[in-house]
């Protein structure tokens, strides 16, 4: 790989001020491309840009303030990144959370499911005519290995209903998987892809909490990978020739690997799928599964 190879290519990456989509901001920059550095917090944000701009001071990154915390605020994300780039060719729904309590936002929804995986839904729903236009897009979905031990309530999930700290992320995370796999049956024949990926187990702020069990962790996390190295799979998925074709996959890091009878359900995928739309507020499907061609009887 040559720098300069993405020339011309617009990524978008939300959560890009910290941690894994810091590491994917500057990989993508130093390798050419236009890069769209999504962040809630204009500091953080700043800091960021600087930092990847020092690292590499021909980058094209873009810092975008966009807050992920309710469906109001990512269709103004979405609006926003519509009319600042008339071109775009991948996003990468990185920014995630991990709860260490129960948190509902202003919609009264639970923030795992919120951002992990409402917020994949709808702003690649907003955004996806865009990607279409350009006829080879692509949505990398930064997921986490831990979405096998998700489980699916339509009634309970949203709300953070049980709440758990393993339990609740790995709900979202299922969600977000059945989301992937879905999105990839309703995108067949439009050049635009979708592949979900495990990052790795990654030295970041995800799940930091206080207290006797935050010390803990911040020991054991000293052990972990570094952003740079979480950041390998998803700069691959969203970048490498050899995945031009590939959609509704799941890597576990760079190996491709079968999903969850679970998570591989289209029925639970379907009903998730409208649930999705309903709770965003759509008030039509944003993207209906294409039609069967049906041969006439001579
Ligand atoms: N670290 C791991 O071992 C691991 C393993 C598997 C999967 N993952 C996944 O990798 C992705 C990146 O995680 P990370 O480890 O890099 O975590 P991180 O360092 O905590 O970064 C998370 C990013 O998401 C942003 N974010 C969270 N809530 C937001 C909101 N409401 N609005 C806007 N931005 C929001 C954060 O912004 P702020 O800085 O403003 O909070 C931050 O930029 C996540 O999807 C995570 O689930 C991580």
């Excluded at 009319?83 to 929804?109: F, K, T």
Aim: with cysteine; aromatic share 6%.
């Amino acid at each position: 790989m040559q720098p300069g190879e993405l020339s011309g290519k617009v990524f978008i990456v939300t959560g890009g001020n910290t941690g894994i989509g810091a590491a994917i901001v500057q990989q993508l920059a130093q390798r050419g491309g236009h890069v769209a550095l999504v962040s809630r917090n204009r500091d953080k944000g700043e800091a960021a840009v600087q930092a990847i701009r020092a690292a590499a001071p021909e980058s094209a990154v873009d810092l975008v303030i966009g807050d992920l915390s309710t469906v109001a605020a990512v269709s103004d994300l979405a609006a926003t990144l519509l009319e600042r780039y008339p071109r775009i060719d991948v996003l990468i729904n990185n920014a995630g959370v991990w709860p260490m309590r129960r948190v509902l936002n202003a919609d009264g929804l639970e923030s795992a499911f919120m951002v992990n995986h409402l917020v994949p839904f709808l702003l690649t729903t907003l955004l996806l005519q865009r990607i279409k236009d350009g006829g080879s897009g692509r949505i990398v979905n930064v997921n986490a290995g831990l979405y096998v031990n998700g489980k699916l309530d339509m009634a309970r999930t949203p709300y953070g209903l049980d709440f758990s700290r393993i339990r609740t992320y790995a709900d979202s995370k299922l969600c977000n998987m059945l989301f992937t796999l879905e999105l990839a049956r309703r995108l067949a024949g439009t050049g635009v892809t979708v592949n979900a990926v495990h990052p790795g187990v990654i030295r970041t702020a995800l799940g930091t909490t206080g207290g006797p069990l935050g010390w803990i962790l911040r020991q054991v996390k000293r052990t972990w990978d570094t952003p740079e190295d979480g950041a390998k799979a998803p700069v691959w998925l969203a970048t490498a020739p050899e995945l031009a074709q590939t959609s509704g996959h799941y890597f576990n890091l760079l190996a491709d690997t079968a999903v969850t009878a679970t998570a591989g359900d289209p029925e639970l995928a379907r009903r998730l799928w409208d649930l999705s739309a309903a709770l965003a507020g759509l008030s039509s499907d944003p993207v209906p599964m294409p039609s069967l061609s049906v041969t006439p009887p001579a």
